[in-house]
């Protein structure tokens, strides 16, 4: 400690959010991940789907095959796929997804880093990142088939 930096308070470094829960993360913690990355998980989804705040949407959808409970799911699962900048995802989140974990930490590190400007390769909307039919198949999961037997098992 130099002689004229006593007394003065160090520059603390910020801190985030996890994107998909909240829970804190430190300055170089975390995950980074794409749209793409997120919505290429059922496990997501069928978490997702059977969640507090959208479960009402979930029985609606499949007890009465109700139009506004499937097209709340649909804004679901925009709000997720539609993201231009990446996800950052904390330790409890991160094992929903099929991903190179390391390549993520890294990234999410060159992420802080950069003070939040670096993104990973593919970032951005993933209906303009992934093959087509592949993001079809996944947001006909998500939206029409998410959640169906965690709601059986609930009731």
Known sequence: MGLFSFGKKKKKKP?????????LLEFGEGYLLTSSQIIKSKRFWDNKMVEPETLAYSKAHFEKNDEMGTKMRTMIFQK????????????GQVNQFEID??????YAKLWWESEFTFAP??????DSTMASDEYEQWKEYAIMKAGEEQLRKIG
Request: net charge negative.
């Open 101 to 106: 974990k390391e390549k993520a930490r890294e």
């Open 15 to 23: 801190a985030r959010s996890c994107d998909l829960e909240g829970s």
């Open 121 to 126: 390769p593919e970032v951005g909307p993933a």
């Open 80 to 91: 997720y796929s539609m993201q231009n900048k990446p996800w950052l995802v904390g330790d």
